[in-house]
């Protein structure tokens, strides 16, 4: 009840609690679906309260006595995921604000299923939320009437937005109606950007009913195009992961802001720039330029690519490198979206998960077992060892 009503970003228990103990509490709190980090400290090395308490989900177990260091340290850590939780969900509610004042539509899917739209669509579609729309029980496919040549529903198009990722070499129109009664319909040319990483995709639709009416409003399709561009721009300057685009040649033609802010360099000394010779040759490594040229040449791609780094203005890094290829029309060649993201603090979690794992291992095989009758004293509930001491049960 403690718990539920000051919702505390860290819980420290004990094992023994009256009424209901530490690791039953935790598995309570953990069923209820709350992610909230738990700290347990026992005197108890129990093999069954181990292995329950990793069965939980614990985030760490401490035995006593306590050293503070050690409790510290943990609370440390934890704090440090937490920072990191919650910048993430700030730059999250970030996206989702530039998106809702775009007047253009906007919907973001991920693993190819609609996680959000924005407020301009949904006021277009009838609703007030995406909270709403997903519990109405309607999709988008609902309001598409034509999507390219092809009318809707179609047999080989179950999903628009499927669609339009199974087919994102080239552009795509669709005509939405709307609900209300004197709406009509509007026709839209989507665009879209992705996130190999996240497995995230941002699709536009860019209002071009008037020119598929009149065929002359060229300079408003430019314009809406350029608009949608720069909400793009914006939108992937606030992901988390560094991102950087290259042309044929491996060299550098854009990056977002984390890319700049994560390895402290400029615009001025990238853009322009072959990557191998970024930061004094910080990545001129001979295995990921040979891997890049077959990317450029289209025989591989990159996902999760490891590098293990000493960055010389942010110390020592392990960060994934993750490829996709960028079509571009008129016959140029295509550009290549390179994803950096920044693992370190991650793989020193697995290690530390691996050393408690070690620990307790090593801890369970020192546990010796009792056989046989203890004589237990019936009033002060001692127990008499085998030379005839009386010892406290705590011993055993």
Not at 30 to 50: C, F, H, M, Q, Y
Not at 70 to 94: H, P, T, W
Request: aromatic share 8%.
């Amino acid at each position: 009840e403690a718990f539920k009503k000051n919702r505390p970003d860290v819980v420290i228990t004990d094992i023994r609690m009256p009424r209901m103990n530490g690791l039953k509490m935790s598995a309570e709190i953990k069923r209820a679906g709350w992610d909230t980090p738990i700290v347990v400290t026992t005197a108890s090395n129990e093999v069954d309260s181990l292995i329950t308490a990793i069965d939980i989900g614990i985030d760490k177990y401490v035995l006593k006595p306590t050293e503070p260091k050690v409790l510290i340290e943990s609370l440390c850590r934890i704090a440090r995921v937490l920072f990191q939780k919650r910048e993430i969900e700030n730059k999250n509610r970030y996206i989702h604000f530039i998106m809702d004042i775009s007047p253009g539509f906007i919907v973001a899917t991920e693993s190819a299923e609609l996680e959000y739209i924005n407020k301009a669509f949904l006021q277009f579609l009838g609703h007030s939320s995406i909270d709403e729309f997903m519990g109405s029980s309607r999709r988008i496919e609902d309001f598409v009437v034509k999507i390219d040549d092809l009318t809707y529903p179609n047999e080989n198009c179950p999903s628009f937005i499927k669609y339009v990722i199974a087919n994102r070499e080239t552009y795509h129109t669709v005509t939405l109606k709307s609900p209300h009664a004197q709406g009509g319909q509007k026709v839209f040319l989507i665009t879209y950007d992705v996130f190999p990483s996240l497995d995230k995709y941002v699709l536009f639709f860019t209002d071009i009913t008037e020119v598929e009416k009149e065929k002359t409003g060229l300079k408003l399709l430019s314009d809406k195009l350029l608009e949608a561009k720069t909400y793009a721009e914006n939108i992937v300057d606030t992901v988390h992961e560094s991102l950087l685009v290259l042309d044929a040649d491996a060299r550098v033609i854009s990056a977002n802001r984390s890319f700049y802010e994560t390895f402290k360099m400029t615009p001025e000394e990238t853009e322009n720039y072959p990557l191998h010779e970024l930061g004094g040759r910080l990545w001129d490594i001979p295995l990921l330029r040979e891997l890049l040229e077959h990317v450029i040449s289209g025989r591989k791609t990159l996902t999760d690519y490891a590098v293990h780094y000493a960055f010389p203005k942010v110390g020592e890094r392990i960060v994934l490198l993750s490829t996709k290829k960028i079509a571009q029309s008129g016959g140029r060649p295509a550009l290549i979206l390179l994803s950096i993201e920044d693992v370190t603090e991650r793989r020193q979690l697995e290690m530390e998960r691996a050393k408690l794992t070690e620990d307790l291992t090593a801890s369970l095989k020192n546990i010796k077992l009792l056989s046989g009758m203890l004589p237990i004293c019936a009033s002060c509930k001692r127990i008499r060892d085998d030379k005839g001491f009386w010892d406290g049960i705590e011993k055993y």
